[in-house]
């Protein structure tokens, strides 16, 4: 296993369109780093530029210490996991893992004894002589898995590879997949659109956007502590509430108001100065209260059973096209079109400037 | 799907078989009537088999040697069509290089041709290169007209093989060229038996060519041998007829064979990732 690093990484297209701006990343030897973003926000150019399948219009990648940036995909020693498993079709599942031990010449007894080893790790004993099209999804998910793992590579690569599987096999996987990392030690490099994948699986949570990284850091630091806007309206859910308004916040008391709301705090409680501010609040974060010492009056649109909570939108009292989204106990008893107060917990607020969205602390 | 029905599509498809097989049925009925017969009462169901044709065509007149010639131009033409035309169209399939549509387009414009109007200059230039009644000297000319063809059949079915099939062998430590061997090739078997069939057929019944470029019967193919039977007084048409099922039997039977071999490809799935 090697560690991956990243260098001012650029990719621009021929025809001008730019997928990927100054990335700079390390990811540690043994190290799960997830990349995350919307569709279109290059990371799978990243990923593929880190497997040797893109070349860069600028910048370095290093594995361990070997600069990589022009070695070709076959001599780079990373092992890839695609969206469509990208299985080969006419092997059977026992050559399908052996292709690429095959391929860097390791002698056939020490291939039919890996092959087994992978087998038995990801429970594929009964398929070997099969082909991929006589597998279920999650069958075929597990064989491309075990085609990475079998060659004990320097880094894992995979590409958004739980996309395909139902909700219940990807919860299942998703654990497998982190078992695998913890038993392998590997450096993996794992790309989804999915946030709950992204925060569940990752050590580390690099969120990109347009190209360009926003944050990476541990998942419960991007959750707790968005670096940006996009950060802030990406990861979680359901998404972070945001309210525009002003920031006054003097030596004596702290205040935001809003169209919607007025929040005050204690002196020191929110950030120092004044201006145009984006107040954001987690949904979970407000509470429903007695309209007298609400922070803001909202009317209940729709509630949603979420199992173990209930999901209430609402719309603020004064500003209609204001939708709150509240995360509250499954008990609480809240109806359709009655009018609520709600409390935002002051410990959990996030300030972002409104001119270019950074997080103000 | 609604099924067909009724007394129709039976008479249509009927119809069709008749058609296309009457021509080949009438000469290998002919091919076994005795000469004198020939042209006094035809008739579909032949009174009396002799095989005197036949022999004759194998005993007086070596009819081995244009097949022996046939096979091996149209063989050769075929390997080194498949064998470059796979390595070039796999290239304009899926390499990133300039010119890329010209090239494609000019490749199918030098089938336009028509083949007539080359003979000379072609003759001129096989007879500069001492290439003129040797073997070279029919398989380079057809690989002009039998090569666009592979390609383009070729880039087309390359272009449908998902591309990552090759990335996740490059990732496994694959050559680019290795991939190409080990993943797309046998992949790609239902389409490369599809256009060695059609250049096999192209090759096998090409007229001109062989006729314009050989100068004697030790290199003559085979329809040139048969457009050669006919003497100054007469037609042997029980041997032109004998000889026309010779030469389209085996290629009639690879045909069947192969299509098999298409069609199981096909159903296997084997494109799909």
């Known amino acids: 296993m090697a560690s991956i690093k990243l260098e001012d990484l650029e990719k621009t297209y021929p025809n001008g369109q730019v997928a990927v701006r100054e990335i700079n990343l390390s990811i540690a030897d043994g190290e799960f780093v997830v990349l995350v973003g919307p569709s279109g926000c290059g990371k799978s150019t990243t990923l593929r530029i880190v497997a040797g399948l893109e070349t860069p219009s600028r910048g370095r990648i290093l594995l361990g210490d070997e600069d990589v940036t022009a070695t070709p995909p076959q001599d780079r020693d990373i092992a890839m996991v695609f969206q469509t498993y990208a299985l080969y079709p006419h092997k059977t599942v026992r050559d399908n893992l052996a292709f690429g031990l095959r391929m860097r010449g390791v002698a056939r007894d020490e291939i039919d004894r890996r092959v087994e080893q992978a087998a038995r790790t990801l429970g594929l004993q009964q398929l070997l002589d099969r082909k991929p099209l006589q597998l279920s999804g999650g069958q075929r998910q597990r064989v491309a898995l075990g085609r990475a793992i079998v060659r004990d590579p320097k880094a894992f690569l995979l590409d958004e590879p739980l996309s395909n599987l139902d909700a219940k096999l990807r919860v299942q996987t998703r654990a497998e997949l982190a078992r695998i990392h913890k038993q392998l030690g590997a450096t993996m490099l794992y790309v989804t659109h999915d946030q709950e994948e992204a925060m569940t699986l990752g050590d580390r949570v690099a969120v990109l956007d347009a190209g360009r990284l926003q944050q990476v850091a541990a998942p419960a630091e991007v959750y707790r502590r968005p670096t940006n806007l996009f950060v802030a309206g990406f990861i979680g859910s359901p998404t972070m509430n945001l309210f525009s308004g002003v920031r006054d916040a003097t030596d004596a008391t702290s205040r935001f108001v809003s169209p919607s709301c007025t929040v005050t705090g204690g002196a020191g409680e929110f950030p ?12 979970p974060d407000i509470e429903l209260c007695d309209p007298a010492d609400a922070d803001l009056a909202a009317r209940v649109d729709v509630v949603e059973l979420l199992g173990s909570a209930v999901l209430v939108h609402l719309r603020a009292a004064g500003t209609e096209d204001q939708v709150i989204r509240v995360v509250a106990p499954e008990d609480s008893r809240v109806r359709e079109d009655e009018t609520v107060g709600l409390r935002f917990n002051r410990g959990r607020l996030h300030f972002f400037d409104a001119g270019d969205g950074h997080r103000l602390d | 799907m609604r099924r067909l029905t009724g007394w129709g599509p039976v008479l249509v498809v009927g119809l069709l078989v008749v058609a296309t097989a009457f021509p080949f049925y009438w000469a290998i009925v002919s091919s076994l009537t005795p000469e004198a017969r020939l042209f006094e009462a ?101 690989l002009t007209f039998a090569m666009p063809l592979t390609v383009w059949l070729l880039v087309s079915f390359f272009r449908q093989l998902p591309a990552e099939l090759e990335e996740a062998a490059m990732a496994d430590g694959a050559s680019r060229l290795r991939a190409f061997w080990e993943i797309i090739l046998p992949l790609s078997l239902p389409g490369l038996a599809t256009t060695a069939i059609l250049t096999l057929v192209y090759c096998w019944n090409e007229f001109l060519f062989a006729l314009s470029f050989t100068l004697g019967p030790e290199r003559q193919t085979v329809p040139v041998a048969i457009a050669l039977f006919r003497g100054q007084y007469q037609v042997p048409w029980g041997q032109i007829l004998a000889a026309a099922v010779v030469a389209t039997a085996p290629i009639a039977l690879l045909v069947l064979l192969f299509q098999r071999k298409i069609v199981q490809g096909l159903t296997a799935g084997a494109v799909k990732g």
């Open chain 2, 42 to 142: 035809p008739s579909l169901f032949p009174s009396q088999l002799v095989f005197d044709h036949y022999r004759a065509l194998f005993d007086q007149r070596d009819f081995w040697i244009p097949i022996r010639n046939s096979l091996i131009v149209a063989g050769n033409t075929t390997a080194f069509c498949v064998l470059v035309g796979s390595l070039c169209a796999y290239a304009l399939a899926r390499l990133q290089f300039r010119w890329k549509r010209p090239i494609l387009a000019f490749i199918l414009a030098v089938t336009m041709f028509p083949q007539i109007s080359i003979v000379s200059p072609l003759y001129l230039l096989l007879r500069e290169l001492r290439l003129i009644n040797t073997y070279p000297g029919l398989v380079l000319p057809y």
């Open chain 1, 272 to 283: 120092a100065g004044a201006g145009p501010t984006i107040l954001g609040v987690r949904p």
